[in-house]
């Protein structure tokens, strides 16, 4: 049987030179989307879909009642939101050789990055869930995106502001915790902004502009919180990738792929306003590892192959499209 993995000779081993032990770090994701998203698992056996349900709240009542008129009854309605929760998985293989005789500990980095690929798959699908929303503010004069040009500025983060307030969007007040189980953890009040690092600089830029090293009463939410500005605070990651190329074809000034500017979209959220479903548990990944094991299979009879694998269940969804909005700006190229 012809094996399609990893083999010997494609992880060379060093001769006549010192190999340290302790490996070089690499770039390991950090992540932040589902920590503030509403989290509910679905159970096994329930089937593929999870569906949200909340009831439409009443109208003002404003007009005075009539001396011995009943008024009309107020019926109660209720909005569904529903998703189809799917399946995503990666592996790769490996040989008895590599495993008997590479110098580096190739299995355990192996099962490290299989995680993070898993870890990060997972941020990837929540950013392509809520960059999709319907409300959006475009930077400068641009009327969509192919057309934005112009760098993020102060009234369109306070235009962003009054989007979410107006449609009693509630500040976020707790995250999921660093636990096994789904469980939160209190946070200061605040709308949160996420976006890539390249925003960084222009978002400091703006008068009004908070570090985070200047908070006084109140510590950040993620090692990746950057500051804030009014009620706005920024968690910035280079995973949640822009829109390349999206824009104008006028790029003086600002960064741009095959001459069209990129697209940056900076998500403002308040709470609930979207939600993450794993199929059971906080995070819902599988992980196996099969070694090498002679006799095992008439697949394998000699035991000369192995893998590291992953497989999860999970779903994001947007569920209030009024509680979240986003600037789409360019980058400054300085």
Known sequence: MSFSGTNYGDISPRVGLFAVAKMLDHAQPLLVLEKFALTQALPKNKGLNIKWRRPIPF??????????????????????????????GGWVGFTDVIQDTHEDPVLNDMSTLC??????TKEALVWS????GTSVIYSGVATSRAT????IVDDELRSAQRILKTNHGKHITSMIGATSN????????????????????????????????????YKPVSDLEIGKFEDLRFILTPHLEPFFGAGSAVT?????????VDVYALVIVAQSAYAVTPLQGKNA???????????????????QRGLVSWKMWFVATRLNETWMTRIECAVSAN
């Open 182 to 217: 789904i469980a939160t953890e209190p946070v200061a009040p605040a709308f949160l902004a996420f976006g890539h690092t390249n925003l960084e600089q222009d978002l400091r830029d703006i008068a009004g502009f908070v570090p985070r090293e200047y908070y006084s009463s």
């Open 129 to 132: 869930v809520i960059r999709g």
């Open 148 to 151: 934005v040009v112009a760098t």
């Open 252 to 260: 003086t000034g600002v960064l741009n792929t095959n001459s069209a």
């Open 285 to 303: 990944i599988e992980m196996g590892v099969l070694n090498p094991k002679i006799a095992a299979s008439y697949e394998d009879p000699l035991g």
């Open 59 to 88: 109208d003002v009542s404003p007009t005075a009642l009539t001396e011995g008129v009943t008024p009309v009854p107020t019926v109660m309605e209720y909005e569904d939101v529903s998703a189809t929760i799917s399946q995503y």
């Open 115 to 120: 995680s993070e690929q898993a870890a990060s």
